[in-house]
């Protein structure tokens, strides 16, 4: 049976679940629009920027758990996709890249051909795999190995780039090798009963035990088994900005979450636990002090991921359990089944809980700075007014710390950040890619007015595609953290953002826009925006406040000597 190798393409896709793609209608792209159009299965977004293309089918992978698509044309085009990739790369995101080239015999070496560019070797560093298809028989065979790799072990994305010639050339394919189950997901590896019954002994024996439940546990489904294990071991409980929701914020064991940005209890219970559970979780400078992971020089450290390589790479391991996390921590909970924590231990936990709901208590409801809302109290005001299945995004600097602390996350894949490459710009793409996955739930992104301008552009693909998203933008004027840093250090250059009017940009773009400067003014725009069928964006006059956490944040991984200068 003879096709065309863009038809293939696009059932490879199909085949392994995916249902969105994003990039922008381009020249050498035109076999793929063309078969992208004669279908249904797999829905199109054409963004305003390659960068969003790639940040949407994030939002759409780290919301649903499927693998989502990302095009990009031949030099630029290709090009533009770099920043958004590194980010799925960064936070292990599962996503297809495929890009075009020049003609098979124009380039490979460059003849300097209009728009060549190595593409293969720009995404290496940047994905897993970065292939290229020199061959349009074997589309179905190098589309199911990209698939598989970008899904197993320790996620990531995988770049294919396909010359134009053989994208639009046509080719005989065996219906044999587009069979569904071919592009199915290998299975997850499961633990060794005889390491479960040692990091059960391990835990067992812990006087003040500490469960840190990563990103690993969201794509393993494994939220359940975790809380079970924690309530077994009677264990304070936290989760990292991938893992957040894992432990619902209204459960008994947690101490808050999203790394050292998460509380002094937080911090505290790292310091000071003498065993800890890290489930699917990296030990990334978010839990970090000055001098590298917070956890304790003595304390004992089980470890369960599906990524060998994990183990031991920036904390010891006393028993490291390679495997998936659901698996593991079922069977780690079914042989704690008659565990009964010492008061003692419910006791620590208890402590750090209580601790950390009064360090929330005594700074809630922070009046007014400068006749405008405290960021803080905003962050309230939107959690207060959340509907229960929500889906938040968190872009910016100083923005996304008040809203991790003051909005709650009942469950997983509810929350979103970018904390592998703190990449700006990528709550509005996140949001509209969460939005085209789950049409029906109030989809909000919270953002800083520096992180805006990098992807407002996008506002037009959301009211294209009639995707009512709402932007809130904490609008301090500045730079804030970079320009509390300067003057901290005796100067200000080139921070202020002032001037401005984030609602009037929405209107123009045919987007609802409102600017606020009270608390009365957020909840009466904030009711309307949820009752929009159009996206809407809501300026939010402020004032830079500084996070109680900026001290933990800003010794992270600081270059020696500690007192070097540092925007924090």
Same mark, same amino acid.
């Given at each position: 049976?003879?096709?065309?190798?863009?038809?293939?393409?696009?059932?490879?896709?199909?085949?392994?679940?995916?249902?969105?793609?994003?990039?922008?209608?381009?020249?050498?792209?035109?076999?793929?629009?063309?078969?992208?159009?004669?279908?249904?299965?797999?829905?199109?977004?054409?963004?305003?920027?390659?960068?969003?293309?790639?940040?949407?089918?994030?939002?759409?992978?780290?919301?649903?758990?499927?693998?989502?698509?990302?095009?990009?044309?031949?030099?630029?085009?290709?090009?533009?996709?770099?920043?958004?990739?590194?980010?799925?790369?960064?936070?292990?995101?599962?996503?297809?890249?495929?890009?075009?080239?020049?003609?098979?015999?124009?380039?490979?070496?460059? +003849?300097?051909?209009?728009? /060549?560019?190595?593409?293969?070797?720009?995404?290496?560093?940047?994905?897993?795999?970065?292939?290229?298809?020199?061959?349009?028989?074997?589309?179905?065979?190098?589309?199911?190995?990209?698939?598989?790799?970008?899904?197993?072990?320790?996620?990531?994305?995988?770049?294919?780039?396909?010359?134009?010639?053989?994208?639009? @050339?046509?080719?005989?394919?065996?219906?044999?090798?587009?069979?569904?189950?071919?592009?199915?997901?290998?299975?997850?590896?499961?633990?060794?009963?005889?390491?479960?019954?040692?990091?059960?002994?391990?835990?067992?024996?812990?006087?003040?035990?500490?469960?840190?439940?990563?990103?690993?546990?969201?794509?393993?489904?494994?939220?359940?088994?975790?809380?079970?294990?924690?309530?077994?071991?009677?264990?304070?409980?936290?989760?990292?900005?991938?893992?957040?929701?894992?432990?619902?914020?209204?459960?008994?064991?947690?101490?808050?979450?999203?790394?050292?940005?998460?509380? !002094?209890?937080?911090?505290?219970?790292?310091?000071?636990?003498?065993?800890?559970?890290?489930?699917?979780?990296?030990?990334?400078?978010?839990?970090?002090?000055?001098?590298?992971?917070?956890?304790?020089?003595?304390? +004992?450290?089980?470890?369960?991921?599906?990524?060998?390589?994990?183990?031991?790479?920036?904390?010891?391991?006393?028993?490291?359990?390679?495997?998936?996390?659901?698996?593991?921590?079922?069977?780690?909970?079914?042989?704690?089944?008659?565990?009964?924590?010492?008061?003692?231990?419910?006791?620590?936990?208890?402590?750090?809980?209580?601790?950390?709901?009064?360090?929330?208590?005594?700074?809630?409801?922070?009046?007014?700075?400068?006749?405008?809302?405290?960021? !803080?109290?905003?962050?309230?005001?939107?959690?207060?007014?959340?509907?229960?299945?929500?889906?938040?995004? $968190?872009?910016?600097?100083?923005?996304?710390?008040?809203?991790?602390?003051?909005?709650?996350?009942? !469950?997983?894949?509810?929350?979103?950040?970018?904390?592998?490459?703190?990449?700006?710009?990528?709550?509005?793409?996140?949001?509209?890619?969460?939005?085209?996955?789950?049409?029906?739930?109030?989809?909000?992104?919270?953002?800083?007015?520096?992180?805006?301008?990098?992807?407002?552009?996008?506002?037009?693909?959301?009211?294209?595609?009639?995707?009512?998203?709402?932007?809130?933008?904490?609008?301090?004027?500045?730079?804030?953290?970079?320009?509390?840093?300067?003057?901290?250090?005796?100067?200000?250059?080139?921070?202020?953002?002032?001037?401005? /009017? $984030? !609602?009037?940009?929405?209107? @123009?773009?045919?987007?609802? @826009?409102?600017?606020?400067?009270?608390?009365?003014?957020?909840?009466?725009?904030?009711?309307?925006?949820?009752?929009?069928?159009?996206?809407?964006?809501?300026?939010?006059?402020?004032?830079?406040?500084?996070?109680?956490?900026?001290?933990?944040?800003?010794?992270?991984?600081?270059?020696?000597?500690?007192?070097?200068?540092?925007?924090?």
């Amino acid at each position: 049976m003879e096709r065309i190798c863009a038809q293939i393409v696009i059932d490879c896709l199909a085949l392994s679940g995916v249902t969105k793609a994003f990039g922008i209608a381009s020249g050498k792209m035109m076999p793929l629009m063309r078969a992208l159009s004669e279908q249904n299965r797999i829905r199109f977004i054409g963004v305003r920027h390659e960068q969003a293309a790639a940040m949407m089918a994030t939002g759409v992978a780290l919301g649903t758990g499927q693998i989502a698509c990302a095009f990009g044309e031949l030099g630029p085009g290709g090009s533009n996709l770099v920043p958004g990739v590194a980010n799925a790369f960064a936070d292990n995101v599962p996503l297809i890249v495929i890009t075009t080239g020049n003609a098979s015999h124009l380039t490979g070496p460059d +003849r300097g051909t209009l728009m /060549d560019l190595d593409l293969v070797e720009l995404f290496r560093p940047i994905t897993k795999s970065s292939l290229r298809l020199t061959d349009g028989r074997r589309a179905p065979e190098v589309l199911r190995r990209a698939i598989r790799e970008a899904r197993t072990g320790r996620p990531g994305p995988v770049h294919v780039n396909i010359p134009a010639d053989i994208l639009g @050339g046509t080719y005989p394919y065996d219906p044999r090798m587009l069979m569904e189950d071919d592009f199915a997901a290998a299975p997850r590896p499961f633990a060794d009963p005889a390491l479960i019954a040692e990091a059960a002994a391990c835990l067992a024996a812990g006087k003040r035990p500490l469960v840190i439940a990563g990103g690993g546990v969201v794509r393993s489904g494994a939220a359940d088994a975790l809380m079970t294990v924690a309530d077994r071991l009677g264990a304070a409980a936290t989760a990292t900005q991938m893992g957040i929701g894992t432990v619902p914020t209204d459960h008994p064991a947690y101490i808050g979450h999203g790394g050292i940005i998460g509380g !002094a209890a937080l911090v505290e219970a790292l310091q000071t636990a003498d065993v800890v559970l890290a489930v699917g979780c990296r030990f990334s400078s978010w839990l970090w002090g000055a001098n590298g992971p917070l956890i304790a020089a003595d304390a +004992r450290l089980v470890q369960i991921d599906t990524d060998p390589a994990a183990f031991g790479r920036n904390v010891p391991v006393t028993v490291g359990i390679h495997a998936d996390a659901k698996a593991a921590l079922t069977a780690l909970a079914n042989r704690l089944n008659s565990h009964t924590p010492p008061k003692a231990v419910t006791g620590w936990r208890d402590m750090l809980t209580t601790r950390h709901r009064a360090e929330l208590s005594e700074s809630a409801g922070a009046g007014p700075v400068d006749g405008l809302p405290h960021p !803080a109290r905003y962050a309230e005001l939107l959690n207060e007014m959340l509907p229960q299945d929500a889906l938040v995004t $968190y872009d910016g600097g100083h923005t996304t710390f008040w809203h991790n602390e003051r909005l709650s996350a009942p !469950a997983p894949r509810t929350r979103f950040h970018a904390p592998g490459l703190a990449l700006l710009g990528v709550g509005l793409p996140y949001a509209i890619g969460l939005k085209a996955a789950y049409p029906d739930r109030q989809v909000i992104c919270t953002v800083g007015d520096g992180s805006v301008g990098f992807t407002v552009q996008e506002l037009d693909t959301a009211l294209r595609y009639r995707l009512p998203v709402i932007t809130v933008v904490h609008n301090n004027a500045a730079w804030g953290v970079i320009r509390a840093g300067q003057q901290k250090h005796g100067f200000d250059f080139e921070t202020d953002l002032s001037g401005t /009017d $984030y !609602a009037a940009i929405a209107r @123009g773009f045919g987007c609802v @826009g409102h600017t606020v400067r009270s608390e009365e003014e957020f909840r009466a725009a904030l009711s309307a925006c949820l009752a929009e069928d159009r996206p809407s964006l809501i300026d939010c006059l402020t004032t830079f406040q500084p996070h109680p956490a900026m001290k933990y944040f800003g010794a992270a991984g600081a270059p020696r000597p500690a007192d070097v200068a540092l925007p924090y």
